[in-house]
T-cell receptor
Framework: GENVEQHPSTLSVQEGDSAVIKCTYS??????FPWYKQELGKRPQLIID?????GEKKDQRIAVTLNKTAKHFSLHITETQPEDSAVYFC????????????FGTGTRLTIIP | DAGVIQSPRHEVTEMGQEVTLRCKPI?????LFWYRQTMMRGLELLIY????????DSGMPEDRFSAKMPNASFSTLKIQPSEPRDSAVYFC???????????????FGPGTRLTVL
């Protein structure tokens, strides 16, 4: 089955700086990679996703890059703000024969004012 | 739309008791997912349904866990008998599949925090 590794597990950045979270996946057949944000005590919510036919996708201060050859993808948050503090989960979908999301272990991002 | 609805929001029970968690997906969504979240194991998929039919239950930890979806607007996750190691937050999520595949946003419910003493 699919295995998704996520690093780092915790990340602290100064407000206004950039944050980068990286994930690797094991199954080359995966072709959908969403990122979810979970604020403390709240539910996970999708913030951005990318499909395997695209190398990069941006949405305001958030961007995701995908390297299919290396089987890794990254979340980039620029000009970080206090409200970016949360746990971020990457995920991958194994599309052949099973369509469930496999989540990474999460990154706790703290923005220091 | 009110989003995915789960009940109860909190459940405290004693070991050996039966626990039933409930979920109402977003109207019109054809996929429903049950997840369990713990500090140790992160976010794990337990089971998912498509058009009320269970598709993959490989994440269900053992026979004590069962899930049903009798209709498009209701699903239950039952634990019988419950054990302390079942303590976790249980999320239900739903999505609208495209061309029969759930490669779209999963909308999570608020979760049920289960504590088994």
């Amino acid at each position: 089955g699919e295995n998704v590794e996520q690093h780092p597990s915790t990340l602290s950045v100064q407000e206004g700086d950039s944050a980068v979270i990286k994930c690797t996946y094991s199954d080359s057949a995966s072709n959908y990679f969403p990122w979810y944000k979970q604020e403390l005590g709240k539910r996970p919510q999708l913030i951005i996703d990318i499909r395997s036919n695209v190398g990069e996708k941006k949405d305001q201060r958030i961007a995701v890059t995908l390297n299919k050859t290396a089987k890794h993808f990254s979340l980039h948050i620029t000009e970080t703000q206090p409200e970016d503090s949360a746990v971020y989960f990457c995920a991958a979908v194994l599309t052949f024969g099973n369509e469930k999301l496999t989540f990474g272990t999460g990154t706790r991002l703290t923005i220091i004012p | 739309d009110a989003g995915v609805i789960q009940s109860p929001r909190h459940e405290v029970t004693e070991m050996g008791q039966e626990v039933t968690l409930r979920c109402k997906p977003i109207s019109g969504h054809d996929y429903l997912f049950w997840y369990r979240q713990t500090m140790m194991r992160g976010l794990e998929l337990l089971i998912y349904f498509n058009n009320n039919v269970p598709i993959d239950d490989s994440g269900m930890p053992e026979d004590r866990f069962s899930a049903k979806m009798p209709n498009a607007s209701f699903s239950t996750l039952k634990i019988q008998p419950s054990e302390p190691r079942d303590s976790a937050v249980y999320f239900c999520a739903s999505s609208l599949g495209v061309s029969g595949r759930p490669y779209h946003e999963q909308f999570f419910g608020p979760g049920t925090r289960l504590t088994v003493l």
